[in-house]
């Protein structure tokens, strides 16, 4: 793309040059008949010059001298050198190649004459500087595309970082539960391990995934649920309140479950004498609202929420930033967690 860009303004600016000598060079007479044509080869047969010169400070100069403060006085003295040798160079392919070649005959031009080489000079910095104005704003963005790729890469990496502390997170409680169930002889204990087995299909292919369909994730919510209701039986209230307005809304997964995780880890210990947990999923227009709410023990003092939570925020503020709002309180014997998130 780099060098597509760098051929189409060098075609683009012979082409130019061409009208603009063709018009100079009507005034002189039985020239006309193809002088555009002449004009043309006269820009090639110079055009070496303004490369070499375009591409030696585009290059070295810029990148060696003067991106580096100290090397400033440096890189002026031989940008000086380097153009007053082009433009020696730009006057000599002028007067003893260019015209010899294109209109045969040695037009006699005074190589130090000011008028020509004012002119010469405009045709000499005039390319080069336009191409290196445009190569440092090239450059520019394409340093900027790399860095954003680069913080992108970085964020998605500590990302899955979080995925991979989540899981084993989960899948460790969860196969405490179904330990509960087999010490107590539970007829509930083969129900739990197919529905640990889903859990595990959903970890192992999905997971992984950038996005996954709410659907799913309301879905992993419910086999997590099921689980623990297996475990604590008629002892726990629970209530799971749905509204899902698109099922194949995207959303990044295993997102809710470290809050219903949260909510059985304090609102269904053992010391709680009557434990009740309500959670409520919503999603209209690509808006999702999720809200759970728990009992907590009188002498719950815990302000520190674990690893689950901590990176929950974190995997927020990267999937979703500044569209996200996530409040956690306690009042009243009640623990409540409530996420609002754009999806689109």
Known sequence: MKHLWHLLFWIFYCLFEAFISAKLLEGFGSLTTNV?????????????TRLIFAYVL?????????????????GI?????????????????INFIAWPIVFDFFPGFDIFDWGLTSLSITRTLAPVALLTVGSLIVERHAQQLRLERFKKSKLESELQSLKAQI??????????????????????????????????????????????PIASEVNILNEYIKLEKLRYGDKLKMQFDQNIENNNQMISPLLLLPLVENAFKHGASESIQEPKIHCSISERNGCLDFWIKNTINDND?????????????????????????LTI??????????LTLSLK
């Open 36 to 48: 555009y044509m002449w004009s043309l080869c006269v820009t090639l047969i110079t055009l070496p």
């Open 58 to 74: 585009v290059n070295i100069l810029i990148p060696k001298y003067f991106e580096q403060k100290r090397r400033i006085a440096k």
């Open 77 to 93: 003295f031989l940008f000086a050198m380097l153009f007053v040798s082009m433009l020696f160079l730009y006057r000599i392919s």
């Open 167 to 212: 899981q084993p997170h989960f899948l460790f409680n969860t196969l405490n539960n179904i330990y509960a169930l087999a010490h107590s002889k539970s007829d509930q204990t083969a129900p739990a391990v197919a529905a640990l087995s889903r859990l595990l299909r959903f970890v192992l292919f999905e997971s992984g995934k950038e996005l996954t």
């Open 301 to 325: 003092e815990t302000e520190s929420f674990g690893l689950g939570l901590e990176n929950l925020k974190r995997q927020l503020s990267i999937s979703y930033p500044d569209r996200h709002k």
């Open 329 to 338: 309180s306690k009042a009243n014997k009640h623990f409540l967690a409530k």
